[in-house]
């Protein structure tokens, strides 16, 4: 039997967070694997905060928009996305396992987790019900849109997102996004 064979994961469950240090790390969960991501960068949040101003702008008579946010799935994935976008019918005061609608998951990357978002989160969240999910990606300037697991289009200039269940067309200019922070 080889090496690969004998080692055992540990496996953990959104109850195991709970006592976890609150140290500005972020621990996930996927199908009890951990991952603990260092704190983000001061641009990574920049870029995350002017793209949730720019979506709350056009959504919030409709939907709340929250970063960092939770979406969870029984008791064993909990993931953490940079922004969420669910629509107001549910209570901020809920808990995050209460809300059943994700209407967009947006992740910017970060050198730490450039491939465990693009490879496991971005499919986990379309799996889980995320309508739509966006990895926006700071170092090459674009945003990669999917919509179903394994698919995305990559986007430069200008994403135009339809809001669930409604005819608004929300547009949101990519190159303007960097701009803006740089």
């Not at 953990?12 to 609150?22: G, N, V």
């Not at 986990?124 to 697991?149: H, M, N, Q, Y």
């Not at 698919?151 to 996004?177: C, E, H, M, Q, Y």
Request: charged letters at 30%; hydrophobic letters at 40%.
């Amino acid at each position: 039997m080889d090496m690969a064979a004998r080692i055992s994961v540990p496996r953990y469950t959104i109850a195991d967070l709970e006592s976890f240090p609150e140290d500005g790390s972020r621990y996930e969960l996927l199908d009890g694997m951990l991952l603990v991501t260092p704190q983000a960068s001061l641009h990574h949040q920049t870029v995350a905060s002017q793209l949730m101003f720019l979506l709350e702008r056009h959504v919030g008579d409709l939907a709340w928009v929250v970063g960092p946010a939770a979406v969870e799935q029984g008791d064993r994935t909990h993931l953490e996305p940079d922004i969420l976008v669910f629509p107001k019918l549910y209570s901020p005061r809920l808990h995050w396992r209460k809300i059943r609608e994700h209407w967009l998951v947006v992740e910017v990357l970060s050198r730490s987790s450039k491939a465990y978002d693009r490879v496991f989160k971005r499919d986990a969240c379309l799996k889980i019900g995320a309508r739509e999910v966006w990895i926006v990606d700071r170092d090459e300037c674009l945003v990669e849109v999917s919509t179903e697991p394994g698919k995305f289009r990559r986007v430069r200039s200008v994403i135009r997102w339809r809001v669930p269940g409604t005819n608004r067309i929300v547009p949101i200019d990519v190159a303007g996004l960097f701009k803006s922070v740089e």
